[in-house]
């Protein structure tokens, strides 16, 4: 009995900024805390081949249970441009006063659908891969990141096609060819920028995913995908800032500018005012602002 009454009492925990300073002492930190953003970008780079990897696996599985299998990553956007042509081009006439219509009709489906398919895969890429979230520990915008190169692969496929038709509706081969490349490079900069902010929002409201079909769809009727904008803003009745929304539209800017690389038929006087500092804007705010925005969110994904 007297043992028991000479037991000191138990040591009182140590108040919060003494745990803290225990912890640093030790070297412990809070577990799925969000890196800096210096460290959170090394993260990334250090998982480029896990993103390469993913991107592919997923393209190739894509179509895995269709016999045709890859074949329809080919022949998705070149069947929607036939219904777009017969609908806009025949139907609604939108072919007329339009050089080399095929060729630029077909250019701005394979170009919006890039975009539009990687802000779709961006919506769900949290939301859509919590088992793999929720098992391994990597940074978070490997995934967005990872669908949009998908994407990129799946529309690299798609260029080849787009290349025969030109020539076979004898559009030449030309130099301006290669201004291709810094476009898709600033159109995948923009796509990947708005994944990450859709993937953010798609991970707190998965409802997103279902508005987004309808918000793309419209994004792309005044896009040009289907008519020039061009011919549109020429006309005196538009009001200023429509034509300025119309002009500066991203969607817009980057098929412009596929279609001046391209087709030899669509001349610079043909693209907005000052396209490739607008490219190369959207590109920026939309990259690395998306980054940062999705970014100091990294510790909330997976969980609740």
């Given at each position: 009995?007297?043992?028991?009454?000479?037991?000191?009492?138990?040591?009182?925990?140590?108040?919060?900024?003494?745990?803290?300073?225990?912890?640093?002492?030790?070297?412990?930190?809070?577990?799925?805390?969000?890196?800096?953003?210096?460290?959170?970008?090394?993260?990334?780079?250090?998982?480029?081949?896990?993103?390469?990897?993913?991107?592919?696996?997923?393209?190739?599985?894509?179509?895995?249970?269709?016999?045709?299998?890859?074949?329809?990553?080919?022949?998705?956007?070149?069947?929607?441009?036939?219904?777009?042509?017969?609908?806009?081009?025949?139907?609604?006439?939108?072919?007329?006063?339009?050089?080399?219509?095929?060729?630029?009709?077909?250019?701005?489906?394979?170009?919006?659908?890039?975009?539009?398919?990687?802000?779709?895969?961006?919506?769900?890429?949290?939301?859509?891969?919590?088992?793999?979230?929720?098992?391994?520990?990597?940074?978070?915008?490997?995934?967005?990141?990872?669908?949009?190169?998908?994407?990129l692969q799946q529309l690299l496929f798609s260029m080849c096609a787009l290349v025969v038709i030109l020539l076979c509706f004898g559009v030449p081969v030309s130099v301006s060819w290669l201004l291709a490349v810094p476009a898709l490079v600033l159109q995948f900069t923009f796509n990947a920028g708005v994944a990450m902010v859709m993937a953010r929002m798609g991970a707190k409201t998965p409802d997103i995913a279902q508005l987004m079909p309808f918000v793309l769809r419209t994004w792309m009727y005044v896009s040009g995908v289907?008519?020039?904008?061009?011919?549109?803003?020429?006309?005196?009745?538009?009001?200023?800032?429509?034509?300025?929304?119309?002009?500066?539209?991203?969607?817009?800017?980057?098929?412009?500018?596929?279609?001046?690389?391209?087709?030899?038929?669509?001349?610079?006087?043909?693209?907005?005012?000052?396209?490739?500092?607008?490219?190369?804007?959207?590109?920026?705010?939309?990259?690395?602002?998306?980054?940062?925005?999705?970014?100091?969110?990294?510790?909330?994904?997976?969980?609740?």
């Amino acid at each position: 009995m007297s043992q028991a009454l000479d037991t000191p009492p138990p040591t009182p925990a140590p108040p919060g900024d003494d745990l803290a300073a225990l912890a640093a002492r030790h070297g412990l930190t809070v577990s799925g805390a969000r890196p800096t953003l210096a460290e959170y970008v090394r993260q990334l780079w250090a998982r480029r081949h896990f993103i390469g990897a993913f991107s592919t696996a997923k393209l190739t599985s894509q179509y895995s249970q269709a016999k045709l299998g890859q074949v329809w990553q080919v022949m998705t956007p070149l069947l929607n441009a036939a219904v777009y042509y017969f609908i806009f081009g025949i139907l609604l006439g939108t072919k007329r006063g339009v050089p080399d219509y095929i060729p630029f009709l077909v250019t701005g489906v394979f170009i919006w659908t890039f975009t539009q398919s990687s802000i779709l895969a961006g919506t769900r890429a949290i939301s859509g891969n919590l088992g793999l979230v929720r098992a391994l520990h990597f940074p978070r915008a490997a995934l967005p990141i990872s669908f949009c190169l998908q994407q990129l692969q799946q529309l690299l496929f798609s260029m080849c096609a787009l290349v025969v038709i030109l020539l076979c509706f004898g559009v030449p081969v030309s130099v301006s060819w290669l201004l291709a490349v810094p476009a898709l490079v600033l159109q995948f900069t923009f796509n990947a920028g708005v994944a990450m902010v859709m993937a953010r929002m798609g991970a707190k409201t998965p409802d997103i995913a279902q508005l987004m079909p309808f918000v793309l769809r419209t994004w792309m009727y005044v896009s040009g995908v289907m008519w020039s904008i061009d011919k549109l803003t020429q006309k005196d009745h538009l009001p200023r800032l429509v034509t300025l929304a119309l002009e500066t539209n991203p969607a817009a800017v980057y098929i412009d500018l596929m279609r001046f690389a391209l087709i030899d038929s669509f001349h610079a006087s043909q693209l907005p005012p000052h396209v490739w500092p607008a490219a190369t804007a959207w590109a920026l705010i939309a990259g690395v602002g998306g980054f940062i925005y999705f970014w100091k969110s990294e510790e909330t994904y997976g969980r609740g």
